[in-house]
């Protein structure tokens, strides 16, 4: 379960206070539209403040979890990471640097880039109420895809949920133009076909340009999914403030949001894991099968009662989890 963090969860009840409940569902009825329709939009999504403030309260939430625990596999894999510079491309109101904030603490300068002025007011709003100086002095600027420009250099750059909503030749332009401008790439997706396939032009682009893949993948081979009617996601459970539940009118307390991502840095890790776990392990008398992702191929490992620790760890491991756990060997 990923926490949202406290402040952000009260700033999220206050960007929508005072908005009637029937006008902020049919903003995100909207919203719900034309990000299920996968088309690249020819005009900003998020069209009023209206929009920005139902963006916020019914997606801001699960992108954050979503970048998290991204960012969670991408700690274990180059625990040696130390940024001090975050770069968040089509930040929007800021999900991403929520999430960068709290992974890497450490951090002291933050920019958001975004093309709607609206979004990005939003999020420093928000973002004045985080518990790390860092965040509550970001740059908010405006910026479009659309320029030419350099990107500012940054030790920790992510693009969250933004590729889609570019044409594909934009999407090669602004991922070189990341590539050029991060120590460590992070690209997020929705989990879905279309979503992992956008990650997999991604990771093809940044091994191009000599990056060294980071997670989710054990591997820099070509991704063995590739082609294939199965997908690389991964899902991300956050906990349904009263207003979330209200808006996504689901009757749970909690939503799992599946992502797609790739994380590639200019330098080697060190300690990519040999395995990772892509579905949730299947538990049967004496035996955990875990589909696993590893250099050679995809396929299922059946960890029997006879592996003793490795069985008992198994029991433990969870889907997007690295396999072997440190220490470990299977
Ligand atoms: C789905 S939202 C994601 C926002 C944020 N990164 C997150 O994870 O919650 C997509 C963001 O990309 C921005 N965006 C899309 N196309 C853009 C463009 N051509 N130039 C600048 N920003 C763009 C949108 O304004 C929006 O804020």
Redesign the pocket.
């Known amino acids: 379960m990923v926490e949202l963090p406290a402040e952000l969860r009260a700033g999220l009840v206050t960007a929508v206070e005072g908005v009637p409940g029937q006008r902020l569902a049919q903003s995100v009825g909207r919203l719900i539209e034309a990000y299920r329709s996968g088309r690249p939009p020819t005009a900003?999504i998020?069209a009023s403040g209206l929009d920005v403030a139902a963006y916020a309260a019914y997606?801001?939430p699960a992108?954050f979890a979503a970048?998290r625990s991204a960012l969670g596999q991408v700690v274990e894999s180059f625990p040696g990471f130390d940024p001090r510079t975050h770069l968040d491309v089509?930040?929007?109101?800021g999900?991403?640097t929520w999430a960068a904030a709290e992974t890497y603490p450490g951090l002291t300068g933050v920019t958001v880039l975004?093309?709607?002025a609206g979004?990005l007011d939003v999020g420093r709003k928000l973002a004045g109420l985080a518990p790390w100086p860092a965040l509550r002095a970001a740059a908010w600027q405006h910026?479009?895809?659309?320029t030419e420009d350099d990107l500012p250099a940054a030790d920790l750059v992510t693009v969250?949920?933004?590729l889609g909503?570019?044409a594909p030749e934009a999407r090669d332009r602004l991922l070189e133009r990341a590539a050029r401008a991060a120590r460590l790439l992070v690209v997020v997706e929705p989990g879905t076909p279309a979503g992992h396939e956008r990650v997999l032009e991604a990771r093809s682009a940044l091994i191009k340009y000599d990056f060294t893949v980071v997670a989710p993948c054990p591997h820099q081979h070509d991704c063995p999914l590739a082609g294939t009617r199965d997908w690389c996601h991964f899902a991300a459970r956050v906990n349904r403030s009263a207003i979330h539940r209200r808006l996504k009118q689901g009757e749970l307390g909690h939503e799992d949001e599946k992502f797609s991502f790739v994380a590639a840095a200019t330098e080697a890790t060190g300690d990519r894991p040999g395995g990772r776990v892509l579905r949730h392990p299947a538990f049967r008398k004496g035996m955990v099968t875990l589909q696993l992702c590893r250099p050679e191929e995809v396929a299922p490992r059946i960890v029997s009662k006879r592996e003793g620790p490795l069985y008992r760890a198994a029991r433990d491991a969870a889907w997007g989890d690295a396999w072997p756990p440190a220490g470990t060997s299977a």
């Open positions: 900003p998020m997606r801001m992108t970048v089509g930040g929007g109101t999900a991403a975004d093309q709607v979004a910026w479009s895809a659309d969250s949920y933004v909503e570019l």
